[in-house]
Nanobody, 118 residues
Framework: QVQLVESGGGSVQSGGSLRLSCEAS????????MSWFRQAPGKDRQAVAT???????KYADSVKGRFIISQDKDTEILYLQMDSLEPEDTAMYYC????????????WGQGTQVTVSS
């Protein structure tokens, strides 16, 4: 099955930057659509950014212009570059994988904590 391992979280001040990484393994057809989600305490998990097998991307309105999702074609590592971080971005960030057209079973990583202080 698919295994996902996130890294790169940490604590930064408002306006700072972080880059999250997600190393994936398992059948390629089960992870052709890759996403970053986040969940703040007491809130539902929400999609932050998605990249599909055709390299099309989607972003939550709250992160547009500040976050960039990308995937290295050689290593298949998924990245989330986060700039101009705000306290509202504080959350546990999860890497997620799904099959073609972003359908089917969602596989989750264990999460990495991002904390932004004002």
């Amino acid at each position: 099955q698919v295994q996902l391992v996130e890294s790169g979280g940490g604590s930064v001040q408002s306006g700072g930057s972080l880059r999250l990484s997600c190393e994936a393994s398992g059948p390629t057809y089960l992870r052709s659509c890759m996403s970053w989600f986040r969940q703040a305490p007491g809130k539902d998990r929400q999609a932050v950014a998605t990249i599909d097998s055709d390299e099309s991307t989607k972003y939550a309105d709250s992160v547009k212009g500040r976050f960039i999702i990308s995937q290295d074609k050689d290593t298949e590592i998924l990245y989330l570059q986060m700039d101009s971080l705000e306290p509202e971005d504080t959350a546990m960030y999860y890497c997620a994988a799904r099959g073609r057209l972003c359908r089917g079973t969602i596989y989750w990583g264990q999460g990495t904590q991002v904390t932004v202080s004002s």
